[in-house]
C-alpha cells in the first residue's frame, strides 16, 4: 500500500458552506493577514503534512476537501491522525490563537465561545455529519483500513452484509470479535482490567494537590471531583489516564464490577498541541457500589 500524501488541493468552483462561513469571519474581522501568516509559520516549521498548504487560499481548499473526505489510510495507520492535525496546527499558530477562547481549565462553566472558536466547533460537526452517510466509506477506503497493521482489522466482525452501505463513522465505532480481548479473573473482584484498548499514559494519586493533564491541559482532581457528592470517597485513591489513537477500538467498559452510582459530565475549553474547541468530556467519577 503506497503511503498518502496531503494535496495539493484544487480551488473549487464553490466553496461549502462552512468554509465560506470561515472566509466571511476572516474578511469581516480584518484577520487575513494573521491568517496567511499562521498558514506561513505553519509550513515554515517543516512539516511535512504542509508541504502543499502554502497560502490562505490553499488553506481554505484544504478545509474545502476536508469536510467531505473519505477518511483513508496509510501503511503507518497515522494518515487520518495527520489530516486531522493539519487542520488544527495552522489554527495553533501564534497569529491566530487570539481569536480564540482562552483556554483555562479551572473556569466552568466556561465563557461564550469566540467567533472563530465557534466555527471550529461547527466545522467538526459538519465533518460529523458526512461521516455518518454511506458515502463517508468507499471499498477502496476499507481497504486502506484492512491493509493499515495498527488497526488490526480481522479483529472486528463486519455488520450483516459487510461495511459498505454504512457509514465511516459505524465502521470506527466498531465492536472487537468475542475473545478477542479475554477478560483476567472476571469472577476476582481484587482484579481491575483495562477500561479501554488504550496506550497507559500514567497514574496520579488523589489528592486536594493532584495534577493531571487531559487533552494537554493541567487539571487538579478537586476539579474533576468537586461537585460530586462522593467526591471525599476518592481520597488516598488513584487515577489513571489512557490515550485512544484512531486506530484504537472505541469503546470503553467498566474495570471493575459493581454498580454505577453516578457519572459526570463535564463541557470544558480543551486543548491539546493542535486543538482548541470546546467537548463534552466524560469524566469517570463514578461510584461504584460493592
Not at 477518511?71 to 493539519?86: A, I, R
Not at 462553566?109 to 458515502?135: K, R, Y
Not at 486502506?144 to 463486519?158: H, M
Request: charged fraction near 20%.
Amino acid at each position: 500500500m503506497a503511503e498518502q500524501s496531503l494535496g495539493p488541493f484544487p480551488t473549487p468552483n464553490d466553496y461549502q458552506p462552512i468554509v465560506k462561513r470561515l472566509m466571511n469571519i476572516i474578511d469581516g474581522s480584518n484577520w487575513k493577514d494573521n491568517f496567511e501568516q499562521a498558514v506561513y509559520d505553519a509550513q515554515k516549521t517543516g512539516v511535512e503534512d504542509m508541504r502543499n498548504i502554502g497560502s490562505l487560499t490553499d488553506y481554505y481548499n484544504f478545509l474545502n476537501y476536508l469536510v467531505l473526505w473519505v477518511p483513508k489510510e496509510d501503511e503507518t495507520g497515522t494518515f487520518v491522525y495527520n489530516m486531522l492535525c493539519t487542520m488544527y496546527f495552522v489554527l495553533d499558530q501564534k497569529s491566530v490563537k487570539d481569536f480564540q477562547s482562552p483556554i483555562k481549565p479551572s473556569s466552568y462553566p466556561p465563557p461564550p465561545l469566540t467567533a472563530l472558536s465557534e466555527w471550529i466547533v461547527d466545522f467538526a460537526n459538519a465533518m460529523g455529519q458526512f461521516l455518518n452517510t454511506p458515502q463517508s466509506l468507499t471499498e477502496e477506503s476499507l481497504e486502506t483500513f484492512r491493509t493499515a497493521e495498527n488497526y488490526n482489522f480481522d479483529d472486528y466482525p463486519p455488520p450483516p452484509g459487510g461495511w459498505l452501505g454504512h457509514s465511516f463513522n459505524e465502521f470506527f465505532a466498531r465492536k472487537f470479535l468475542p475473545g478477542t480481548r479475554p477478560i483476567d479473573g472476571p469472577s476476582n473482584p481484587a482484579i481491575i482490567v483495562s477500561a479501554a484498548d488504550s496506550t497507559f499514559d500514567g497514574s496520579w494519586d488523589i489528592n486536594t494537590d493532584s495534577i493531571v493533564h487531559l487533552k494537554g491541559l493541567p487539571w487538579t482532581i478537586g476539579e474533576l471531583l468537586a461537585d460530586s457528592k462522593y467526591a471525599k470517597d476518592f481520597a488516598g485513591g488513584k487515577f489513571m489516564h489512557a490515550f485512544l489513537a484512531p486506530y484504537d477500538y472505541h469503546r470503553q467498559h467498566a474495570p471493575v464490577d459493581g454498580k454505577v452510582l453516578e457519572a459526570k459530565s463535564k463541557v470544558k475549553i480543551l486543548a491539546n498541541e493542535h486543538k482548541h474547541y470546546r467537548v463534552g468530556e466524560q469524566i469517570a467519577i463514578a461510584h461504584i457500589a460493592e
